[in-house]
């Protein structure tokens, strides 16, 4: 019987064994926003069933832009050594592709566990009454965040979003 579901497809250059997506689900877990064993089992488990497409949690750009103290980030050389770690097993175990979530959560970001009232952590600068300098701050930040960022999925063999291919163009 014919299944569109089971059969491949193709988005871009890539190919996808069969149309199984697994969407990016937030798991508190991480250790300094590095990846832990509960991220190798929770996608791991996926890679191994035969999912196509498998989506990482959202994965902050910096600390401070995640969601809460327990989210995924991609910002040094632990984080990058600890995600690899899980895409290494997922692609060694199983055919999924692996896809990121790259964000920043704003002016929302870096709360507190949900289940411990997902309050906003206090800020040192915003504290301080200087919005605008640590505003400013941030966006000089962001063209070598962009670079280092792009290095490091470079590294672990993933894509860069096409905004991130426009936005980053050098010469
Ligand atoms: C536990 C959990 C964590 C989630 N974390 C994220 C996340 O990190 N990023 C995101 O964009 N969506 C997140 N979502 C939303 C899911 O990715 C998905 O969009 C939502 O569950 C609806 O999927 P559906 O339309 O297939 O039912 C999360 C959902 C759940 C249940």
Redesign the pocket.
């Known amino acids: 019987m014919n299944s569109y579901l089971f059969s491949p497809i193709s988005l871009s250059d890539v190919s996808i064994p069969n149309r199984i997506v697994v ?4 798991q508190y877990s991480a250790n300094e926003g590095n990846a832990t064993d509960w991220h190798l089992m929770h996608l791991g488990q996926f890679a191994v069933s035969g999912v196509g497409l498998i989506f990482t ?2 994965v902050g750009v910096e600390m401070s832009g995640r969601i809460s103290p327990g989210c995924l980030a991609l910002c040094t050389d632990e984080h990058e050594q600890n995600l690899k770690r899980v895409v290494d097993f997922c692609h060694d175990f199983g055919n999924a592709k692996m896809g990121i ?1 790259i964000a920043h959560a704003g002016r929302k970001g870096s709360t507190e566990l949900p289940w411990l009232g997902g309050k906003p952590i206090p800020s040192k600068d915003l504290e301080a009454g200087k919005p605008m300098d640590h505003l400013q701050r941030l966006m000089q930040q962001q063209v070598g965040r962009h670079l280092r960022l792009l290095m490091r999925m470079a590294f672990l063999e993933l894509k860069p979003p096409s905004w991130m291919q426009q936005s980053v163009q050098i010469g």
């Open positions: 969407a990016p689900m937030c949690e959202a979530q």
